[in-house]
Nanobody, 125 residues
Framework: VQLQASGGGLVQAGGSLRLSCAASGRTLSNNVMGWFRRAPGREREFVAAVRWSTGSTYYADSVKGRFTISRDNTKNTVYLQMNSLKPEDTAVYYC???????????????????WGQGTLVTVSS
């Protein structure tokens, strides 16, 4: 699976951005696509994920109610709509694909086999 993430940029606090992650090379029908982020000096953390077959979504508490993950089956693409951005959302955001994950594995970065190159999101105060 090849993953191409895009959509990062510089935005003021309270603003919005939409990240995209296009997947190629493998069907996603039984898999999970997730977004993780790594802020400077911090470990990579889970942001959101969607189960491709059912559309079930999962969110970190820190982004719940502000971020929305969605998928477009026809384009093999996942989106992360980020609203009400805060300076603490500043990070490099990575998309990833996990194969046949059970729910308890979804928030663990070690569960994902394929990773995109990352896209930088900077939120200014």
């Amino acid at each position: 699976v090849q993953l191409q993430a895009s959509g990062g940029g510089l935005v003021q606090a309270g603003g919005s951005l939409r990240l995209s992650c296009a997947a190629s090379g493998r069907t996603l029908s039984n898999n999970v696509m997730g977004w993780f982020r790594r802020a400077p000096g911090r470990e990579r953390e889970f942001v959101a994920a969607v189960r491709w077959s059912t559309g079930s979504t999962y969110y970190a508490d820190s982004v719940k109610g502000r971020f929305t993950i969605s998928r477009d089956n026809t384009k093999n693409t996942v989106y992360l709509q980020m609203n009400s951005l805060k300076p603490e959302d500043t990070a490099v955001y990575y998309c990833a694909v996990g194969l046949r994950l059970i729910t308890i594995m979804i928030k663990l970065s070690s569960s994902y086999e394929y990773w995109g190159q990352g896209t930088l999101v900077t939120v200014s105060s």
